[in-house]
């Protein structure tokens, strides 16, 4: 009996085992989502061979499919740009115009981004490497920390400047107020 239930238990953590490693691959979990969004026609292993061979090309180097890929979406992106600015020629609605052409425009701006990405792709921006040159003459370059710690004292003699300055106010304020109720006396008695 207990053997069985061990059996049971082991082969339940060898099976969440491997969904936890199908869910947790990226490759799984696309072709998961390709065969889902084609209402689960398509068959999952073969969707996910062919993303692991396209892998497998761009490791090697190829990258003949992403600049296919990022070409093929430019023009995806350009065609519903204009063809929903087709659609706003029958449009009476302020609202609905307002819709289409927000569509059409983060649909223009999307293949522009695509098409730089491609350009980057295709034809990348050399890294320059700038060297600072100094034209000053007798320039003197001072890298230690002691300005820091002079600051700091200037600090500290500001702030007690400034307690010493609130000690005056408040003893200057007790001797009118002292001096005050001393000429309130005098003029009661008087």
């Known amino acids: 009996m207990e053997e069985c239930e061990k059996k049971g238990v082991t082969e339940s953590k060898s099976k969440n085992d491997d969904r936890a490693k ?3 691959n990226c490759f799984a979990t696309a072709a998961m989502t390709i065969d889902r969004l084609h209402g689960n026609t398509l068959d999952s292993v073969s969707v996910m061979q062919h993303l ?13 499919e992403i600049e296919q890929m990022l070409m093929t979406q430019a023009k995806a992106l350009d ?20 819709v289409f052409t927000d569509i059409a425009l983060k649909a223009q701006n999307q293949s522009r981004k695509t098409l730089v990405a491609l350009a980057e792709l295709k034809h990348p921006k050399r890294t320059t490497f700038i060297k600072q040159q100094n034209n000053a003459v007798n320039q003197q370059v001072n890298n230690e920390d002691k300005p820091a710690i002079k600051n700091s004292e200037k600090n500290k003699k500001v702030a007690n400047e400034l307690l010493e300055q609130k000690e005056s106010i408040n003893i200057a304020s007790e001797a009118i107020i002292h001096t005050n109720a001393k000429m309130e006396q005098h003029n009661e008695r008087n």
Do not use: C, D, P
């Not at 065609?79 to 307002?98: A, C, D, P, R, S």
């Open 79 to 98: 065609y519903m740009f204009y063809e929903t600015l087709n659609k706003l020629v029958g449009l009476e609605m302020i609202h609905h115009l307002q």
């Open 52 to 64: 692991m061979e396209s892998a497998e090309k761009i490791e090697k180097g190829n990258i003949k």
């Open 22 to 24: 199908i869910f947790t």
